[in-house]
């Protein structure tokens, strides 16, 4: 079997593969990447808008159809499927309008007299590696900022993902983009090392796991090249005395349940204070409960699969082994024994930390839940991670939530609101979940030459 192939997650069954990418193909692509950089780094500003704002007219009017085919690939619930496609037209049309004055020229100040300005320009071909999680949006984020930059993209998606990743090149081509300017390649990772190896290639941005994230900045350092690295999280979901329960608990549930769980800024262990512990407790467990678990194609499905059935094991035997160690299970805990990648949503407490659910991120639909008995104890648990994604605080004293914000190691804090994301939010983090920010007018910074004009008096 191919190594890139459709698998409906929702049944197991195999429904196309597609063969992987000869190395003459390989340079092929590289080579028109390049070609095309040379061109579109010296388009009018005008062009590089128009090209984006057409792009995020095709995915408006392709709604329906793009959604059903992450729902078919990776199992992603249709209302989420197509909300994910409105977030991505959103990035577009956002760099469209703001990308012109993202460039604008900065002017210094020179203490010894004459002018000095700063130029943005494009730096050349980059390589994307994106996971199967958000089909679109992860490639979005990295593609909408670099083409407006006047960089131009080779695009690695999952092996899971290629009829995603194939409507996404149509796009393009059918928006008009210049030949070149965004190719999808079907490279093995041997042939994706090869690529950040060509001098012709300028930076490459991963999102994906640690295990791939060392990997490829490995490759990218011995031949010094730009990198921008959005890997796991273990994010914390605080709630403090003075939060509004009900509404902690909603966000609770789709911060940590949407997308099956399969987020890597999901809110994975959510710590409650003492003073209203169980009676979030109680308020959570019934959310949890009664969500629809089912067919993703159902418009009210809230959870579907897994995005495999190694994901779905992998995630299983995290859970059975803090359940061996003494963690107590609150709800779920187990496979669902039917075709397909099924996992109950499931909520743990006693996870202590011998167990690998302590300091592993859970890929799923898995809820870990810990008391604190101060609010001293609740940002030391949340900073005790390897991760520093994001996290969100739950509070109705707006000072005490600042002030929780200000001591969290993460890159991103959400207060009141289940954790999300935004056009013109930056989205990254620090420690092991990764290097720089994508989003925003940060999203814009990672992969320009900042040029300097200076002239004397």
């Known amino acids: 079997m191919s190594l890139y192939a459709v698998t409906n997650p929702a049944t197991g069954e195999h429904i196309k593969s597609y063969p992987t990418a000869t190395d003459a193909e390989i340079t092929a692509a590289v080579t028109a990447a390049d070609a095309a950089f040379k061109v579109w780094n010296k388009t009018?500003?005008?062009?590089?808008?128009?090209?984006?704002?057409?792009?995020?007219e095709l995915y408006t009017e392709r709604r329906d159809e793009l959604a059903a085919i992450v729902t078919r690939e990776m199992g992603k619930p249709i209302f989420q499927a197509q909300i994910e496609v409105d977030i991505v037209a959103s990035i577009y049309r956002y760099y469209a309008d703001n990308g012109p004055s993202f460039l604008e020229d900065e002017d210094i100040d020179v203490v010894a007299g004459g002018t000095a300005i700063v130029r943005k320009e494009g730096l050349g071909v980059l390589?994307?590696?994106?996971?199967?999680?958000?089909?679109?949006?992860?490639?979005?984020?990295?593609?909408?900022?670099?083409?407006?930059?006047?960089?131009?993209i080779l695009l690695k998606h999952a092996p899971q993902c290629p009829e995603s990743a194939l409507a996404m090149e149509q796009i393009f081509r059918d928006a008009g983009a210049p030949e070149g300017a965004y190719v999808n390649i079907f490279a093995t990772n041997e042939q994706a090392a090869g690529i950040i190896a060509d001098p012709r290639v300028q930076g490459v941005s991963l999102t994906g796991s640690e295990r791939a994230g060392s990997a490829v900045a490995e490759i990218a350092g011995?031949?010094?090249?730009?990198?921008?690295?959005?890997?796991?999280?273990?994010?914390?979901?605080?709630?403090?005395d003075s939060a509004d329960i009900d509404q902690a608990a909603t966000h609770a549930?789709?911060?940590?349940?949407?997308?099956?769980?399969?987020?890597?800024?999901?809110?994975?262990r959510i710590i409650v204070?003492?003073?209203?512990?169980?009676?979030?407790?109680?308020?959570?467990?019934?959310?949890?409960?009664?969500?629809?678990?089912?067919?993703?194609?159902?418009?009210?499905?809230?959870m579907g699969p897994?995005?495999?059935?190694?994901?779905?094991?992998?995630?299983?035997?995290?859970?059975?082994?803090?359940?061996?160690?003494?963690?107590?299970?609150l709800t779920g805990g187990a496979t669902l024994e039917q075709p397909g990648a099924w996992y109950q949503p499931t909520v743990l407490t006693g996870v202590t930390e011998?167990?690998?659910?302590?300091?592993?991120?859970l890929f799923?639909?898995?809820?870990?839940?810990?008391?604190?008995?101060?609010?001293?104890?609740?940002?030391?648990?949340?900073?005790?991670?390897?991760?520093?994604?994001?996290?969100?605080?739950?509070s109705t004293d707006p000072a005490k939530a600042q002030a929780i914000a200000a001591r969290l190691d993460a890159g991103m804090v959400y207060i009141n609101e289940a954790p999300g994301t935004a056009p013109e939010l930056p989205f990254g983090g620090i420690k092991r979940s990764g290097v720089g920010r994508e989003l925003g007018k940060y999203g814009m910074d990672e992969f320009v030459n900042r040029k300097l004009i200076r002239t004397g008096k």
Request: aromatic share 8%.
């Open 44 to 56: 009018e500003l005008a062009e590089r808008v128009k090209l984006l704002g057409r792009v995020a």
């Open 127 to 152: 390589l994307g590696i994106m996971p199967w999680n958000f089909p679109y949006y992860q490639v979005a984020r990295f593609a909408a900022p670099n083409l407006m930059n006047g960089n131009t």
């Open 222 to 240: 011995r031949n010094l090249k730009k990198v921008v690295l959005e890997l796991g999280g273990s994010d914390p979901f605080l709630v403090l």
């Open 253 to 268: 549930l789709f911060g940590r349940f949407g997308n099956t769980g399969q987020a890597c800024n999901a809110a994975k």
């Open 273 to 302: 204070a003492d003073a209203v512990y169980d009676e979030f407790v109680e308020k959570f467990i019934g959310a949890v409960t009664s969500v629809k678990v089912g067919d993703p194609t159902e418009a009210d499905t809230f």
């Open 306 to 329: 897994l995005s495999s059935s190694a994901a779905r094991d992998g995630l299983a035997a995290q859970v059975d082994d803090a359940i061996a160690k003494g963690a107590t299970v």
């Open 354 to 361: 011998d167990m690998r659910a302590f300091s592993e991120e």
């Open 364 to 394: 799923g639909p898995v809820a870990v839940l810990y008391r604190a008995s101060s609010e001293d104890d609740a940002v030391e648990l949340a900073n005790n991670s390897v991760y520093g994604l994001g996290a969100v605080i739950q």
